[in-house]
């Protein structure tokens, strides 16, 4: 499949099925990580797409349909929730989407426990390049998949962390701040607004090397969701802020 019907299938994906495809994660948050995997291409930067709590793969799907070809995108889930008809729910999501069957793996596995030969395998011999972090939301399982993304994430890979200052998910953010502490060379560099209380704001790390590079692009292409403001992380750059709807409260 040509690099231009792929982008055919990922523009219908998202204007259509993906509103009524079950996931948690935003349309807005969706074309962002599908600008940035476009983007990395066109600077020369390839691997694989790695995502961990997978769900019935509405997030998969869009990430897919926006690599090149002999790209792939792997996903790892125990796919039993809410039942075992998630599974099929996964690959039913794959198929309205278009996703070329050589382009996609999906993995039943608890991440703490996967074998890393068998992620090794799957990768064929390259690196990820966009990872997308939302698995178990407790501290075992994040500080595990944190750490599984990073040792196989490409120089100029990108970490996309889910359900980040979710309320009821608050301390996913403290774990955050610890793997970041003990990797001094990532920066969060874009905070991806929520939707609303279910498609929950996101966090994009990068290495601080390609910090601007990445902050440049996101601020050229969505120039019309840049807040006004940065957030404030204890790290040498403040990241940028894209929003639905950027405005400021009238005082």
Avoid at 14 to 40: E, N, V, W
Avoid at 129 to 140: K, L, M, N, Q, S
Avoid at 173 to 182: E, N
């Amino acid at each position: 499949m040509s690099g231009a019907e792929r982008s055919a299938l990922l523009k219908a994906y998202l204007d259509g099925p993906y509103r009524t495809t079950p996931g948690m994660s935003s349309l807005f948050a969706a074309r962002i990580a599908t600008h940035l995997l476009k983007f990395q291409a066109s600077i020369g930067v390839s691997g694989q797409v790695f995502e961990i709590g997978t769900y019935k793969g509405r997030f998969f799907a869009a990430l897919a349909l926006a690599l090149e070809e002999g790209e792939k995108a792997i996903g790892i889930d125990h796919f039993q929730c809410p039942d075992e008809t998630t599974w099929d729910a996964f690959l039913a999501t794959c198929r309205i989407a278009g996703m070329p069957a050589d382009a996609m793996a999906g993995v039943k596995c608890d991440s703490r426990t996967w074998p890393r030969a068998e992620f090794d395998r799957l990768l064929e011999g390259k690196l990820v390049r966009f990872a997308h972090v939302d698995g178990e939301h407790t501290v075992e399982h994040l500080e595990n998949d944190l750490e599984l993304a990073l040792s196989r994430l490409h120089p100029a890979g990108l970490l996309c962390l889910d359900d980040m200052l979710h309320p009821a998910y608050l301390r996913l953010p403290l774990i955050v701040d610890a793997f970041l502490k003990r990797h001094l060379e990532l920066l969060v560099c874009c905070v991806i607004d929520r939707e609303d209380i279910v498609a929950a704001p996101k966090f994009l790390i990068c290495r601080e090397a390609h910090f601007q590079t990445y902050e440049d692009t996101l601020a050229q292409a969505f120039s019309g969701n840049l807040f006004v403001l940065r957030a404030e992380f204890q790290q040498s750059r403040w990241p940028i802020i894209l929003t639905p709807e950027p405005k400021l409260a009238i005082l």
